[in-house]
């Protein structure tokens, strides 16, 4: 079966420090990744996905994932956090198939001090 | 922009009684689906609908959930009787289209489901 691992479950950084967040996947086809982000009071949306070609892929706010197919991988990280990046952030896998449900890790809550 | 609404933001409930939560998905969106997260723990995947049936349901989607698309526009979940353990935050997606196209599902803000 599908599974997703988020190794850090709370983070706390100050501004302007790097970040790493790391996801682990178990499925051996093709895969979907994703990660998204719910700030505080608001609904998850998708930062970043992975399909194919490039394993770095970029995304919104400055955020970047690198695929490591060898490692079932897919590190999101940010060279530079703001306080507004304070959130959780759930990394997840699509199988496929006709549904494409997602498969979702448990979660970082990533809190930045100003 | 075009969001995924949801309703209550947050509903209390005493144990056995039936709750419908609902979600007015995203206008041309044709594959929904319903999530939870239970307080600590991953989001979990429900059930996916698409084209007015059910084409994926998870072991935790058993006989006391349902879900319906009452008027084209509504996307609803159903908890026949509750029990404690329905605990959790119930999020709605929707997405546009088959394949690699519309893979971007769309999340509402969820429903706090509170069973006392």
């Known amino acids: 079966a599908q599974s997703v691992s988020q190794h850090n479950h709370h983070v706390i950084l100050s501004e302007a420090a790097s970040l790493e967040l790391g996801c682990n996947y178990s499925?051996?086809?093709?895969?979907?990744l994703f990660w998204y982000v719910q700030y505080p009071g608001q609904h998850l949306q998708l930062l970043l996905k992975?399909?194919?070609?490039?394993?770095l892929v970029k995304g919104i706010k400055g955020f970047e994932a690198e695929f490591i197919k060898s490692k079932f991988s897919f590190n999101l990280r940010k060279p530079s956090v703001q306080w507004s990046d304070t959130a959780e952030y759930f990394c997840a896998v699509n199988g496929g198939g006709a549904t494409n449900k997602l498969i979702f890790g448990t979660g970082t809550l990533l809190a930045v001090q100003p | 922009e075009p969001e995924v609404t949801q309703t209550p933001s947050h509903q209390v409930t005493q144990m056995g009684q039936e709750v419908i939560l609902r979600c007015v998905p995203i206008s041309n969106h044709l594959y929904f689906y319903w999530y939870r997260q239970i307080l600590g723990q991953k989001v979990e995947f429900l059930v996916s609908?698409?084209?007015?049936?059910?084409?994926?349901k998870s072991e935790i989607f058993d006989d006391q959930f349902s879900v319906e698309r009452p008027d084209g526009s509504n996307f609803t979940l159903k908890i026949r009787s509750t029990k404690l353990e329905d605990s959790a935050m119930y999020f709605c997606?929707?997405?546009?289209?088959?394949?690699?196209?519309?893979?971007?599902?769309?999340f509402g803000p969820g429903t706090r489901l509170t069973v006392t």
């Open positions: 997606a929707s997405r546009s289209l088959p394949g690699l196209a519309g893979v971007e599902q769309y």
């Open positions: 499925y051996g086809g093709t895969v979907n």
């Open positions: 609908f698409y084209n007015n049936e059910i084409s994926e």
């Open positions: 992975y399909f194919s070609g490039d394993p």
